[in-house]
Nanobody, 124 residues
C-alpha cells in the first residue's frame, strides 16, 4: 500500500521560508514523478511543482517560480519543497502526490496517490 506523509507546514510571516517534506512508502519511489499541489479555502487544488523520477527534471507553476524549489532524495524516499519569500497568497493546504506512471505532469489527474496534506499559513 502506497503511503505519503507530509510534514513541515506551519505559520510564517510574509517573506519567510518553510521546507516541506513528503516521505513515501509502498512503491519503487525513484521510478515515479512526485508533485506538490495546494488548495486554498474555496479554491480548486492547483499545481505547484513536480520532479521526475530519473533525471530530476522539474516543473513549476508560474506563481512560485524563482521562490520555491522541489527536490528529492531517492535513498530516503523523500521529496522536499523549499519555499522562500513566502506571500500571504501562498496560504493553503499543501499535498504531495506520486504519478500514475513515469511521465512528468502538471495535471492532478495524472497523480494517483496523495498525502493527507500539511497546512501552510503566511501572515502579512
Amino acid at each position: 500500500q502506497v503511503q505519503l506523509v507530509e510534514s513541515g507546514g506551519g505559520l510564517v510571516q510574509a517573506g519567510g521560508s518553510l521546507r516541506l517534506s513528503c516521505a513515501a512508502s509502498g512503491r519503487t519511489f525513484s521510478v515515479y514523478p512526485m508533485g506538490w499541489f495546494r488548495q486554498a479555502p474555496g479554491k480548486e487544488r492547483e499545481f505547484v511543482a513536480a520532479i521526475s523520477g530519473g533525471l530530476g527534471i522539474t516543473y513549476y507553476a508560474d506563481s512560485v517560480k524563482g521562490r520555491f524549489t522541489i527536490s528529492r532524495d531517492n535513498a530516503k524516499n523523500t521529496v522536499y519543497l523549499q519555499m522562500n519569500s513566502l506571500k500571504p497568497e501562498d496560504t493553503a493546504i499543501y499535498y504531495c502526490a506520486t504519478g500514475r506512471n513515469s511521465i512528468l505532469s502538471r495535471t492532478k489527474g495524472d497523480y494517483n496517490y496523495w498525502g493527507q496534506g500539511t497546512q501552510v499559513t503566511v501572515s502579512s
